[in-house]
């Protein structure tokens, strides 16, 4: 007796994507359910996607990537699950894979995928991101997003991990100010998960981190052979890092500052 088809639920969170959601959701159009969490965007990414008969989607504040990723998640009707960035693109090839290991009866609870990241439209080949995998297809019932992380979350794993042998497509790079802007960002929700956990402000750790992030990316991952787009992107990875350090020396003061009473002026009476 042949074993049933499985059916795949395809996530994705959102905020102001337009130019790269498209081709995001077109590739995964093979899914039996897309499901996207919208943090209130402003660009007509919400509008888009309420068009589409094939897309559900749903708005609710941001918090964090794993607040909303874990939320996401909880939506998902089947235990198969494709998790991918707005700014993410199924190839055909890894389509077909991905369809054949979900319906593998040798199938792992979760699979790696390795991604090429693209400068605009260019591949970025080196620059520290050659290496980069992440968890993208999963049994929704062997997996929870640990919530220590606020940023770049990791998946926690009841059972074994296989990897993918095609490359999920990431248009990281739009443009200098939209990357920056996202780099900046995740800086900030690395602040905050250090001081959750005590961390504190070093000036010499924040100049020495900074620099040897700029250095390990250029120089030993070989950045410097992605010519200009190594340089930016060696950068702001490094600003990044810079960012984090300013948010929690911030944020730590924050904490030490006193809340005063406010004070009432007495007027004398004439």
Not at 159 to 176: I, P, V
Request: net charge positive; hydrophobic share 35%.
């Amino acid at each position: 007796m042949s074993t049933p088809k499985q059916k795949l639920s395809a996530l994705i969170i959102t905020y102001n994507e337009v130019g790269y959601i498209e081709k995001c959701i077109e590739s995964i159009s093979f899914a039996d359910e897309i499901i996207v969490v919208d943090s209130f965007s402003t660009d007509g990414t919400y509008e888009f996607l309420e068009d589409l008969p094939n897309v559900e989607v749903v708005q609710r504040p941001f918090q964090n990537f794993t607040d909303q990723k874990s939320y996401a998640l909880q939506l998902a009707s089947n235990d198969w699950v494709l998790f991918v960035d707005a700014d993410e693109v199924v190839n055909p090839e890894l389509r077909d894979e991905i369809m054949e290991v979900i319906n593998s009866k040798d199938s792992y609870e979760a699979y790696w995928f390795y991604r090429k990241f693209m400068y605009q439209n260019r591949p970025l080949h080196f620059s520290g991101w050659q290496t980069d995998k992440n968890h993208r297809l999963f049994r929704k019932s062997k997996v929870r997003f640990t919530s220590e992380r606020l940023v770049h979350e990791p998946l926690q794993v009841n059972g074994s991990s296989g990897k993918l042998k095609q490359n999920l497509t990431h248009y990281c790079y739009k443009n200098f100010d939209d990357y920056k802007s996202k780099m900046l960002h995740y800086g900030t929700l690395k602040a905050r998960e250090e001081r959750k956990k005590g961390k504190r402000f070093s000036f010499i750790k924040m100049v020495v981190k900074t620099a040897w992030k700029f250095f390990y990316n250029f120089v030993i991952r070989l950045g410097f052979l992605d010519g200009t787009k190594g340089i930016n992107v060696c950068y702001l990875n490094a600003l990044s890092v810079h960012h984090r350090f300013i948010k929690m020396q911030s944020l730590e003061r924050a904490q030490r500052t006193p809340i005063l009473p406010k004070m009432v002026q007495k007027h004398e009476l004439a």
